[in-house]
């Protein structure tokens, strides 16, 4: 069974417009992260979340982005106006934070994102 | 820099046999792990293995195991017994410090295993 669930798996937006890509982990963990994978290229690192704040974030990560977790258990990447090179494969991961994999993260099936 | 280096875009192994994936990392710090990830076509990042930078002995999984050189700093997967199910990307990832930590990805290998 998987760590985290996303939604929706595939996502076809306008250019200018928002997007929210959600998150659902299956378990109550506190550590969050974002990355994206342009096609065909390597996967980066966005945003890490914990304990309801930012805890870290790279120069990708502008004031067009935002994760917040609007109810204790979703988390969300928002996206306020998308833009062309915006379109990738959006990850969420979660660590599970237990003796033996506390560092492991486990990542969602992704979300495919394509701006038109 | 790259902090992390994987030199082989592209691999091929035939069914059954063993094949080394290379990975090369940069870091100064003395606390750091090491991934491998696995991505199959339909796009999911499946975690295969994890070796800390303290850890005395290689990690295996399964048919995984990584061939870990700290002096040389590299952190190469190993598969034993190729199966058709292995064809995917696999990318070598490192956390640096302790604790929670980012993941920095390469730039991945692309394994086919042929019947």
């Known amino acids: 069974e998987p760590e985290v669930t996303q939604t929706p798996s595939h996502q076809v937006t306008q250019m200018g417009q928002e997007v929210i890509l959600r998150c659902v982990p299956i378990s109550n963990h506190l550590y969050f992260y974002w990355y994206r994978q342009i096609l065909g290229q390597k996967v980066e690192f966005l945003v890490s979340f914990y304990n309801n704040e930012i805890s870290e974030k790279s120069e990708i990560f502008d004031d067009q982005f935002s994760v917040e977790r609007p109810d204790g258990s979703n988390f969300t990447l928002k996206i306020r106006s998308t833009k062309l090179e915006d379109s990738a494969m959006y990850f969420c991961?979660?660590?599970?934070?237990?003796?033996?994999?506390?560092?492991?993260?486990?990542f969602g099936p992704g979300t495919r994102l394509l701006v038109l | 820099a790259q902090k992390i280096t994987q030199t082989q875009p592209g691999m091929f192994v035939q069914e059954k046999e063993a094949v080394t994936l290379d990975c090369t990392y940069d870091t100064s710090d003395p606390s750091y792990g090491l991934f491998w990830y696995k991505q199959p076509s339909s796009g999911e990042m499946i975690f295969l293995i994890y070796?800390?930078?303290?850890?005395?002995q290689n990690a295996t999984e399964g048919r995984y195991s990584l061939n870990f050189q700290k002096a040389r700093k590299s952190a190469n997967l190993v598969i034993s017994a190729s199966q058709l199910g292995d064809s995917a990307m696999y990318f070598c990832a490192m956390s640096e410090g302790a604790g929670f930590q980012k993941l920095v990805f390469g730039t991945g290998t692309r394994l086919l295993v042929s019947p």
């Open positions: 070796q800390g930078s303290y850890d005395q």
């Open positions: 991961a979660i660590e599970r934070g237990t003796d033996r994999t506390k560092e492991t993260q486990y």
